[in-house]
């Protein structure tokens, strides 16, 4: 069959795309504004990408177009459409779906599904999960939201049956607090294996308003935390605890949910109606938590130590993150001694804390190394977190954030107020404000002289230059290419 992918360099259509081509389908696809790594990754599996949504290029004739939740029905300033191939696809009734369905239908059918959800650290979470049953032997399929630098991949089929990891499989000895529904007999049946996936709450396309993750139709869901966010789609965070809620109803009961003991938000989801077994973590009272730092701790089993987890990953998030993919695995398995074993090789996603440079600046070649990251923070949730677990690292060396209000939630300004607060441990803050149609420099008054704005990346830049200094740690924030700054800054200053 020969697809062709609207919106093909999204992280998730790009997975799907990685999929298709694995499973022997012609995969082409077509987008705007392409940027690594998902172009990189496209192109290395042989992906022929075009810029733009042409009409013209109805005149591949694919058996089926699959289209991206990118894609709209909107119009310019000038009356003509913004996607004219969509247009050209309805006029001529072409056959269409959107991913979640395609995906539903081609890979996920019959599998054992593992879904990752939550509001932050889905990506990094469903790569923790992924590379702890890969250490154990499942060969799980996945698609993560990013590129997972175990794998160098975003998604693969995987292979072998849900039998085949005798290690574990067979009756595996209960632990203390085990119940006889901890890994009940359903979970051994032969079927085409495990497939972990990131599960997004954004909504399916523009003729699907129901939220990714309801096509999944998990045996073992994963709440990892709920906040508001998507201000673009939803009203408030009522209506997104509405669409958890859905997810929750495709669980069977011989399922797993195993949510953060943390979130009112996620308790409420559940008080509207539950049918699976529950496994929280987070809380001294969960069935999981930790004891120790966020780079080396116990996991306790019902306030018993199971496991311990020595790593180089940092912040508290990171810890309820993996915590979050251990009593994920425990549902298949997978021991928490095993899979805490596998989180001590596990080497994070690309764009989070990814650092790009660690070296002296060209003024001063024999002062301390200047390091730049590049991490994909944008909620002020998630920008706070990653700020909290840099400080932990670098103690009390100057941290300088770079970011760019760019998710649709940040351009709306919905959460602007909570700029300050998520900055609160920087030492200087300097946003890009292009395409903003509120005042950043107004909102991040609170910070005084700490922060600077501009509309230009080439201004940040210039910004950043003239206040850095030996020892720095330049922290990049974005869940879009940024134009380029990171580059432009290693170019400039190292």
Same mark, same amino acid.
């Given at each position: 069959?020969?697809?062709?992918?609207?919106?093909?360099?999204?992280?998730?259509?790009?997975?799907?795309?990685?999929?298709?081509?694995?499973?022997?389908?012609?995969?082409?696809?077509?987008?705007?504004?392409?940027?690594?790594? !998902?172009?990189?990754?496209?192109?290395?599996?042989?992906?022929?990408?075009?810029?733009?949504?042409?009409?013209?290029?109805?005149?591949?004739?694919?058996?089926?177009?699959?289209?991206?939740?990118?894609?709209?029905?909107?119009?310019?300033?000038?009356?003509?459409?913004?996607?004219?191939?969509?247009?050209?696809?309805?006029?001529?009734?072409?056959?269409?779906?959107?991913?979640?369905?395609?995906?539903?239908?081609?890979?996920?059918?019959?599998?054992?599904?593992?879904?990752?959800?939550?509001?932050?650290?889905?990506?990094?979470?469903?790569?923790?999960?992924?590379?702890?049953?890969?250490?154990?032997?499942?060969?799980?399929?996945?698609?993560?939201?990013?590129?997972?630098?175990?794998?160098?991949?975003?998604?693969?089929?995987?292979?072998?049956?849900?039998?085949?990891?005798?290690?574990?499989?067979?009756?595996?000895?209960?632990?203390?607090?085990?119940?006889?529904?901890?890994?009940?007999?359903?979970?051994?049946?032969?079927?085409?294996?495990?497939?972990?996936?990131?599960?997004?709450?954004?909504?399916?396309?523009?003729?699907?308003?129901?939220? @990714?993750?309801?096509?999944?139709?998990?045996?073992?869901?994963?709440?990892?935390?709920?906040?508001?966010?998507?201000?673009?789609?939803?009203?408030?965070?009522?209506?997104?605890?509405?669409?958890?809620?859905?997810?929750?109803?495709?669980?069977?009961?011989?399922?797993?949910?195993?949510?953060?003991?943390?979130?009112?938000?996620?308790?409420?989801?559940? *008080?509207?109606?539950?049918?699976?077994?529950?496994?929280?973590?987070?809380?001294?009272?969960?069935?999981?938590?930790?004891?120790?730092?966020?780079?080396?701790?116990?996991?306790?089993?019902?306030?018993?130590?199971?496991?311990?987890?020595?790593?180089?990953?940092?912040?508290?998030?990171?810890?309820?993150?993996?915590?979050?993919?251990?009593?994920?695995?425990?549902?298949?398995?997978?021991?928490?001694?095993?899979?805490?074993? /596998?989180?001590?090789?596990?080497?994070?996603?690309?764009?989070?804390?990814?650092?790009?440079?660690?070296?002296?600046?060209?003024?001063?070649?024999?002062?301390?190394?200047?390091?730049?990251?590049?991490?994909?923070?944008?909620?002020?949730?998630?920008?706070?977190?990653?700020?909290?677990?840099?400080?932990?690292?670098?103690?009390?060396?100057?941290?300088?954030?770079?970011?760019? /209000?760019?998710?649709?939630?940040?351009?709306?300004? $919905? !959460?602007?107020?909570?700029?300050?607060?998520?900055?609160?441990?920087?030492?200087?803050?300097?946003?890009?404000?292009?395409?903003?149609?509120?005042?950043?420099?107004?909102?991040?008054?609170? !910070?005084?002289?700490?922060?600077?704005?501009?509309?230009?990346?080439?201004?940040?830049?210039?910004?950043?230059? $003239?206040?850095?200094?030996?020892?720095? *740690?330049?922290?990049? !924030?974005?869940?879009?290419?940024?134009?380029?700054?990171?580059? @432009?800054?290693?170019?400039?200053?190292?």
């Amino acid at each position: 069959m020969h697809i062709h992918i609207l919106g093909i360099c999204g992280t998730f259509m790009g997975g799907l795309a990685a999929l298709a081509r694995e499973a022997g389908h012609r995969v082409t696809g077509c987008d705007a504004g392409v940027y690594p790594p !998902m172009s990189d990754q496209l192109r290395a599996l042989g992906i022929d990408l075009i810029e733009g949504f042409g009409a013209d290029q109805l005149d591949l004739a694919p058996d089926l177009f699959v289209v991206g939740n990118v894609v709209s029905r909107a119009r310019l300033a000038d009356g003509t459409p913004k996607f004219p191939l969509m247009e050209a696809i309805l006029n001529t009734g072409a056959a269409y779906t959107s991913g979640p369905q395609w995906l539903a239908e081609h890979v996920l059918q019959g599998r054992h599904v593992l879904a990752v959800a939550g509001t932050h650290g889905k990506t990094t979470t469903t790569a923790m999960l992924t590379w702890i049953l890969e250490c154990a032997g499942l060969q799980p399929g996945f698609l993560v939201g990013g590129v997972p630098m175990n794998f160098d991949v975003s998604a693969r089929l995987g292979g072998g049956a849900v039998e085949g990891f005798a290690q574990v499989k067979e009756e595996p000895a209960k632990r203390a607090g085990d119940t006889e529904q901890s890994h009940p007999p359903s979970h051994r049946r032969p079927n085409a294996g495990y497939f972990v996936i990131e599960a997004d709450e954004y909504d399916t396309a523009f003729f699907d308003k129901r939220s @990714k993750f309801v096509h999944y139709r998990p045996r073992t869901a994963v709440l990892n935390n709920l906040e508001f966010d998507h201000a673009d789609i939803f009203d408030n965070l009522a209506a997104i605890e509405r669409q958890f809620h859905h997810l929750v109803r495709t669980v069977p009961s011989t399922g797993r949910i195993v949510t953060n003991g943390l979130e009112e938000s996620l308790a409420r989801v559940l *008080h509207q109606g539950c049918w699976s077994e529950v496994r929280s973590f987070g809380t001294a009272v969960s069935d999981f938590s930790a004891d120790g730092e966020p780079h080396d701790f116990a996991v306790l089993h019902r306030g018993q130590p199971v496991a311990r987890v020595q790593w180089s990953l940092g912040g508290v998030h990171n810890q309820l993150n993996a915590l979050a993919a251990i009593a994920a695995a425990d549902h298949v398995g997978v021991p928490a001694d095993v899979a805490a074993q /596998a989180l001590a090789s596990f080497e994070n996603v690309k764009r989070r804390m990814e650092i790009l440079a660690h070296a002296p600046l060209k003024t001063a070649p024999d002062a301390a190394a200047v390091t730049i990251y590049d991490d994909f923070a944008h909620h002020p949730t998630a920008i706070r977190t990653t700020v909290n677990g840099l400080r932990r690292r670098v103690g009390t060396a100057r941290i300088l954030a770079v970011f760019e /209000a760019r998710s649709n939630t940040m351009k709306l300004g $919905a !959460m602007k107020a909570q700029l300050p607060w998520s900055l609160e441990e920087t030492d200087l803050a300097f946003c890009h404000t292009g395409g903003l149609d509120w005042d950043a420099a107004q909102a991040l008054a609170p !910070m005084g002289s700490r922060a600077q704005v501009a509309n230009q990346v080439d201004a940040v830049v210039a910004q950043v230059l $003239a206040t850095v200094q030996p020892g720095d *740690h330049i922290l990049c !924030m974005s869940n879009g290419g940024f134009g380029g700054i990171h580059q @432009k800054l290693r170019a400039a200053l190292v």
